[in-house]
């Protein structure tokens, strides 16, 4: 089965508003991580987001939110008044952290695009 | 800018050729990660080291390999190279090699094998 499931092959918006771009995710730890990258056409991979599984607020950081849903297994990425270089790749990871090594895995990803 | 350098950006080479791919990772941290990503197969862990040492292994093939120095760069080396090896590989770098820090990733390094 896959760890993460990002449904979404692509999303348009336009600027100004928000949008959401879903991840889901599958483990049996208790201990893990979700984070949100983003790779822009130049190609890097810029991290935007982390959130525990122990933590009991959902993470912000500037316009980038996560809905964190425990129970659902969902680890949505929230993009408030999006931008035109909000346009790129966003890819959703998790690292497990309950017994031994894990690897960062991540999902197929979203590409997302911000119309004037 | 995450502060993890990788050069060179951009490489084209001939298939059974070798080259190497270099990292350094962000002031202080010990770890470093190379991952591939290619359009078939997205974004795969393959090697990490910690401190010098090989911490663990992902989906690197054994024409693969890869060394991290006492000045804490790492450089992957690809040898007898394939068409399927064309790929962007990404180094990243955490402080230590705990499974839930977060990983900065470099600008990347684009291989075209021809």
């Known amino acids: 089965a896959q760890k993460i499931t990002q449904t979404q092959p692509g999303m348009f918006v336009q600027e100004k508003e928000a949008v959401t771009l879903d991840c889901t995710y599958d483990t049996s730890d208790q201990s893990y991580g979700l984070f949100w990258y983003k790779q822009p056409s130049s190609g890097e991979m810029i991290f935007l987001i982390y959130?525990?599984?122990?933590?009991?607020q959902n993470a912000t950081e500037g316009r980038y939110s996560l809905n964190f849903q425990k129970a659902r297994k969902s680890a949505n990425l929230v993009i408030s008044a999006s931008q035109l270089g909000d346009s790129a790749m966003y890819f959703c990871?998790?690292?497990?952290?309950?017994?031994?090594?894990?690897?960062?895995?991540f999902g197929k990803g979203t590409m997302l695009l911000v119309s004037p | 800018d995450s502060g993890v350098t990788q050069t060179p950006k951009h490489l084209i080479t001939a298939t059974g050729q070798r080259v190497t791919l270099r990292c350094s990772p962000r002031?202080?941290?010990?770890?470093v990660y190379w991952y591939q990503q290619s359009l078939d197969q997205g974004l795969q862990f393959l090697i990490q080291y910690y401190n010098g040492e090989e911490r663990a292994k992902g989906n690197i093939l054994e024409r693969f390999s890869a060394q991290q120095f006492p000045d804490l760069h790492s450089e992957l080396n690809l040898s007898s190279l394939e068409l399927g090896d064309s790929a962007l590989y990404f180094c990243a770098s955490s402080v230590e090699a705990r499974n839930l820090e977060t990983q900065y990733f470099g600008p990347g390094t684009r291989l075209l094998v021809l």
């Open positions: 002031s202080g941290d010990l770890s």
């Open positions: 959130q525990g599984s122990y933590d009991e």
């Open positions: 990871a998790m690292r497990e952290g309950d017994s031994g090594y894990s690897t960062l895995t």
